[in-house]
């Protein structure tokens, strides 16, 4: 059976979390396929909001199977916050949460050496979110990196103390003041791997490739959005790891030719943390009204996001580069109020009109064009079908259809899982 997508197309936080959790109930399977802890899920139902880091978006629907695969990076002291969260709210994640064997794991000291580094770039810091993500996928590539398998063998202790000083002299070389108790992030560490070791671990392409076989159906939870991909995103403010369709294949062991849908996610405009490019940012009242409208703040470091207009581009680019078949519409509420809307179809690049994204996106280089729409004042978020939308925001929907030429088949209204609205 195949194994349907879901990807973020922006630079992340398009509210992948709560499209997952919509469409669980159609699957038997999700399964976490890249990413570490540096990625923030946020799920709203019930009247209350659930963030989750690494595990996958499907864990409050009983009878779900949760996969963590080998392409993640899990921080066992992050995990095991998670894990104490949902076991106050009752969820029974020790029946339905399995994780990859081949899955690397983040160290004390994976997450002190990412300190470092961005402290040592000074003004060219590129925005790490500091969980040590990208040291630990540098130890995957280099191969010295732990995988949660390693945890089962008598001797991965050795093991962890050959990395963590390799670590320490790797912190000492950068020479910049930073303060730590590795005796104290150790303790917390080892607890964590202990409860790490009381769930199930599988040899995850072996289990996939059965599930398949068996007629289970999967669907493959990205985590960073697309434009942070290591070798397509607006690199060198990226994430460590392949956001994109393809990631999918290589984070979980499954052959190409085994992808049904890729459900590609976006905001009805366009939000970004950290540094790094972003031709349509405002820096107006109308970015301000965005981020405050929309609570554009990051659900794991908590920082603001920039906001700015659409950039269909940037959009078109993600939805090639992942093969997208049907397409997601969020915060499309925000925009409600706004007496026009833009959206940025083609740029300027040094003198050039062009309809593609280039390699270089810096303001020196590109300057958007924009075509220009009628706004709605009407308030979205109480709608329960496509049929009670205003004509103007009609008109945006189908303009995007048109340009991307791939249907808009879901528009989110607002943060609950209700507030989901299915267009065919």
Same mark, same amino acid.
């Given at each position: 059976?195949?194994?349907?997508?879901?990807?973020?197309?922006?630079? &992340?936080?398009?509210?992948?979390?709560?499209?997952?959790?919509?469409?669980?109930?159609? @699957?038997?399977?999700?399964?976490? *396929?890249?990413?570490?802890?540096?990625?923030?899920?946020?799920?709203?139902?019930?009247?209350?909001?659930?963030?989750?880091?690494?595990?996958?978006?499907?864990?409050?629907?009983?009878?779900?199977?949760?996969?963590?695969?080998?392409?993640?990076?899990?921080?066992?002291?992050?995990?095991?916050?998670?894990?104490?969260?949902?076991?106050?709210?009752?969820?029974?994640?020790?029946?339905?949460?399995?994780?990859?064997?081949?899955?690397?794991?983040?160290?004390?000291?994976?997450?002190?050496?990412?300190?470092?580094?961005?402290?040592?770039?000074?003004?060219?810091?590129?925005?790490?979110?500091?969980?040590?993500?990208?040291?630990?996928?540098?130890?995957?590539?280099?191969?010295? &990196?732990?995988?949660?398998?390693?945890?089962?063998?008598?001797?991965?202790?050795?093991?962890?103390?050959?990395?963590?000083?390799?670590?320490?002299?790797?912190?000492? *070389?950068?020479?910049? +003041?930073?303060?730590?108790? $590795?005796?104290?992030?150790?303790?917390? *560490?080892?607890?964590?791997?202990?409860?790490?070791?009381? $769930?199930?671990?599988?040899?995850?392409?072996?289990?996939?490739?059965?599930?398949?076989?068996?007629?289970?159906?999967?669907?493959?939870?990205?985590?960073?959005?697309?434009?942070?991909?290591?070798?397509?995103?607006?690199?060198?403010?990226?994430?460590?790891?392949?956001?994109?369709?393809?990631?999918?294949?290589?984070?979980?062991?499954?052959?190409?030719?085994? /992808?049904?849908?890729?459900?590609?996610?976006?905001?009805? @405009?366009?939000?970004?943390?950290?540094?790094?490019?972003?031709?349509?940012?405002?820096?107006?009242?109308?970015?301000?009204?965005?981020?405050?409208?929309?609570?554009?703040?990051?659900?794991?470091?908590?920082?603001?996001?920039?906001?700015?207009?659409?950039? $269909?581009?940037?959009?078109?680019?993600?939805?090639?580069?992942?093969?997208?078949?049907?397409?997601?519409?969020?915060?499309?509420?925000? $925009?409600?109020?706004?007496?026009?809307?833009?959206?940025?179809?083609? @740029?300027?690049?040094?003198?050039?009109?062009?309809?593609?994204?280039?390699?270089? /996106?810096?303001?020196?280089?590109?300057?958007?064009?924009?075509?220009?729409?009628?706004?709605?004042?009407?308030?979205?978020?109480?709608?329960?079908?496509?049929?009670?939308?205003?004509?103007?925001?009609?008109?945006?929907?189908?303009?995007?259809?048109?340009?991307?030429?791939?249907?808009?088949?879901?528009?989110?209204?607002?943060? +609950? %899982?209700?507030?989901?609205?299915? %267009?065919?």
């Amino acid at each position: 059976m195949a194994v349907d997508l879901l990807l973020g197309l922006q630079w &992340g936080d398009e509210g992948k979390g709560k499209i997952v959790d919509v469409l669980t109930s159609k @699957y038997n399977i999700i399964a976490r *396929f890249q990413g570490g802890p540096n990625a923030g899920h946020t799920l709203v139902f019930n009247g209350k909001k659930h963030v989750l880091h690494t595990i996958p978006s499907g864990i409050f629907h009983e009878d779900t199977k949760n996969v963590v695969g080998n392409g993640v990076v899990i921080d066992p002291v992050i995990f095991k916050n998670e894990l104490d969260k949902l076991e106050e709210q009752g969820v029974d994640y020790r029946s339905s949460l399995l994780i990859s064997r081949k899955a690397h794991i983040i160290l004390p000291t994976h997450r002190l050496l990412d300190a470092a580094s961005e402290t040592a770039k000074g003004k060219a810091k590129i925005g790490s979110t500091l969980k040590g993500i990208g040291p630990t996928y540098m130890d995957k590539t280099g191969r010295n &990196g732990i995988r949660v398998g390693d945890i089962e063998l008598a001797d991965w202790k050795l093991k962890y103390r050959a990395l963590a000083e390799k670590h320490q002299e790797l912190i000492a *070389f950068h020479d910049v +003041d930073i303060e730590y108790d $590795l005796d104290e992030l150790e303790t917390q *560490f080892f607890t964590a791997i202990d409860t790490l070791k009381s $769930l199930t671990f599988i040899d995850s392409e072996e289990y996939m490739h059965q599930a398949q076989k068996d007629g289970q159906s999967i669907l493959a939870e990205g985590a960073q959005g697309s434009l942070l991909d290591i070798d397509f995103g607006t690199y060198p403010f990226v994430t460590s790891s392949n956001t994109t369709a393809a990631g999918a294949c290589t984070g979980l062991g499954i052959a190409p030719n085994k /992808i049904g849908e890729v459900y590609g996610i976006f905001k009805a @405009y366009t939000t970004r943390v950290g540094s790094g490019p972003f031709p349509t940012e405002l820096f107006d009242e109308v970015g301000e009204t965005m981020g405050r409208v929309g609570h554009e703040f990051g659900a794991t470091t908590g920082r603001s996001r920039r906001c700015g207009w659409l950039d $269909l581009v940037a959009l078109k680019y993600a939805c090639h580069v992942n093969g997208v078949t049907q397409l997601i519409m969020m915060k499309g509420d925000v $925009l409600s109020g706004f007496e026009s809307l833009k959206v940025c179809t083609q @740029y300027n690049y040094k003198g050039e009109v062009i309809n593609h994204l280039p390699y270089n /996106i810096e303001s020196e280089n590109v300057t958007p064009i924009y075509s220009e729409f009628k706004g709605w004042k009407e308030d979205l978020t109480e709608m329960t079908e496509a049929s009670q939308f205003p004509k103007e925001l009609n008109a945006y929907i189908e303009f995007l259809e048109k340009e991307l030429e791939i249907p808009i088949t879901v528009v989110s209204v607002g943060p +609950d %899982r209700k507030q989901t609205i299915h %267009r065919n």
